[in-house]
């Protein structure tokens, strides 16, 4: 399993965040960047960067989910938005997802994505458990 850890000699994270990681034995398993898109393609929540930040870690937690994982599994994020402000204001969001201890994350602010609506790409790594770990389909 993952060791999550904050050293005393660098600041403390202020949000849903670790400052780094030790893997374990688990499967890695490296997670495509996720948009806020529906089943059928279409963006979830234009100008809303909340519902755009759930949609999105729904898609993560779903993509996990297909090989056994879970939330939890993740290791690192790296956030792609383009209004960081606005993505600041989403912690409530990010910590129903996500419980201590945080994945690692980066937060990048971008000018624009493939469609003009998408506010956020968030992509990751998580280690999903041996035991629960099921060859994709």
Wanted: aromatic share 10%; proline share 8%.
């Amino acid at each position: 399993m993952p060791r999550f850890f904050n050293p005393p000699t660098v600041w403390k994270p202020f949000s849903a965040f670790s400052m780094g990681v030790v893997q374990g034995d688990g499967r890695i398993v490296h997670l495509k960047g996720q948009v806020p898109l529906d089943l059928k393609g279409d963006v979830v929540g234009p100008g809303d960067m909340h519902a755009q930040v759930r949609k999105t870690l729904e898609n993560i937690r779903d993509t996990l989910a297909h090989v056994g994982g879970e939330i939890r599994d993740v290791i690192s994020l790296t956030h792609y938005v383009t209004d960081i402000r606005g993505f600041m204001g989403t912690r409530e969001v990010r910590e129903s997802f996500f419980k201590p201890p945080y994945p690692v994350t980066t937060t990048i602010q971008v000018s624009a994505f493939f469609h003009r609506d998408i506010m956020i790409e968030i992509t990751g790594i998580a280690e999903v458990p041996r035991e629960r770990f099921k060859e994709p389909a």
